[in-house]
């Protein structure tokens, strides 16, 4: 399960509406790291769309633990406000999910962040720095931070895109550290971008990399994943 952050889909920025895409990653933890009983799937609904006021982004994970069905649910929604023209703007944040096991304590994030985009909106970087008040803690306590890096990047011609995010957090976890960190790069490779296919075929392929650091595991693990995804515009 993975709490990706972002605005994941600031590959959208600056059109007047985005669209929202479905993704389905084989993931090996089991094969590559004896993590849980078995690989499994997840599959992943983004959806992206900015506005006069800002922008929301929200996405919904599912994991599929083969005969026992969906074994987990994890799901964010953000807001970005901005009523003036700085290119910083206020983030309110929920995440929350659960698994057959436990359920994850509800977040609540309140902060600021800040964007850049280049002129044809090819790369862009995202930057927040959040409050961060957490339910059901080991600790007990709730009160905490996180720090946000939100990153895209289409090249040749957008055949490929590379995108993703950065977190890092203060969390005790089970394994008495306090800080947390999670990132998640992605890259795809999109095919209606390849001479002769139809600009209207919005498949990619691609993989995304689970990089934690003391998130469900104590120290540091890499998880590649092979993915499918299609946008609908």
Known sequence: MKPHFLFLLMLCAGTAACAQNVQLHYDPRHTLHNMGERDF???TVEMFKPDRWGSTFF???MDYNGD??????????ARDLKFWQPPVALHVEY???LTAGYTFGDAFLLGAA??????NFSKGLSLSLNYKYIQKTIDN??????V??????????ELLSFTGFADFWREKSPFDTYFIFLAEPQLWLNFSKIKGVASDFNLSAGTEVKLYHNFGKEGFYAIPTLAL?????
């Open 148 to 157: 946000t890096a939100v990153w895209y990047l289409h090249i040749i011609k």
């Open 59 to 61: 996405f919904v994970d």
């Open 68 to 77: 026992q069905g969906i074994g987990g649910a994890y799901w964010e929604i």
């Open 141 to 146: 306590q709730p009160h905490n931070f996180q």
């Open 41 to 43: 799937l997840t599959s």
């Open 114 to 119: 800040y964007s850049w985009d280049n002129s």
């Open 95 to 97: 995440n929350g999910g």
């Open 229 to 233: 995804k299609w946008t609908f515009n």
